[in-house]
């Protein structure tokens, strides 16, 4: 079985990189059976974030920025978690029961890992040292959808910024947003990184110091192709005239 992650454009000298943690819904035997999920299940939210690979692969386009992102279920394995994290596998995904990944041996999941957790955020930590190396400044962006609903509450927010320690790019793309009139805005909503969502993100960009957002969109405004590129193409201007206002301050904005 080949390796659970891809790299699109990675010598782009834009200064953002985008990753896509949730990206994709594929099953590989034996997961595809092994599971004991619903065909339903395997096109709900439970088993990616449904239109989150289209939007950064709009916004890597425009902002000619590298992209890496996962090629299987995170039912499989989630790679926006801690390796000793008990849902790294989940056996229940919001409330649906997941059998096949319950009382796994430790070889299964040495596996997964090795399929696509190791290897995401070893491709990340490649695309992020080379542009250290050649001084490329750089803002790294995750990308993710939510359900409308969720165990049956409602989310008014079209989207949501999800931000910890810093709030370069958070409190400027939140305040553009806002300014368009149109939109429900989400600070810290519908997750906060304390929900423990923000480990790729913390561990390639906070740690890092560069400056760093996880954008969540809800998942019914991009359910087309063409509603993907709309979401693209609001945001590329925000997130680059976050960037570009860090850029302007110099050696204490954007660290290369």
Request: proline fraction near 7%.
């Amino acid at each position: 079985m080949t390796r659970a992650v891809e790299v699109e454009n990675p010598e782009g000298m834009g200064p953002f990189v985008f990753v896509c943690d949730h990206a994709s819904n594929f099953f590989p035997p034996p997961y595809d059976v092994a599971l004991g999920v619903s065909e339903g299940d395997k096109s709900a939210h439970i088993a990616w974030d449904p239109g989150a690979l289209g939007v950064a692969k709009g916004l890597a386009a425009s902002l000619d920025a590298p992209l890496v992102y996962t090629t299987v279920s995170r039912l499989i394995i989630d790679c926006n978690r801690e390796e000793n994290r008990t849902d790294l596998i989940p056996c229940l995904s919001e409330t649906t029961r997941i059998a096949g990944n319950e009382n796994l041996p430790a070889s299964e999941k040495a596996f997964r890992i090795e399929l696509a957790h190791r290897p995401f955020h070893d491709a990340i930590d490649k695309v992020l040292d080379l542009r250290a190396e050649s001084g490329v400044p750089t803002a790294l962006v995750s990308i993710h959808t939510y359900t409308p609903v969720y165990k049956g509450e409602e989310r008014p927010w079209e989207i949501g910024l999800i931000s910890e320690t810093d709030r370069r790019l958070a409190d400027s793309v939140i305040a553009d947003l806002k300014d368009r009139g149109d939109l429900t805005v989400g600070d810290n909503e519908p997750y906060a990184p304390s929900d423990g969502v923000y480990y790729t993100v913390r561990r390639h960009g906070q740690d890092r110091r560069l400056p760093c957002l996880m954008i969540e969109i809800r998942n019914d405004e991009v359910k087309t192709v063409e509603e993907e590129a709309r979401w693209s193409r609001m945001l590329t201007p925000v997130l680059e005239k976050a960037v570009q206002s860090l850029l302007a301050a110099g050696p204490g904005g954007v660290d290369a």
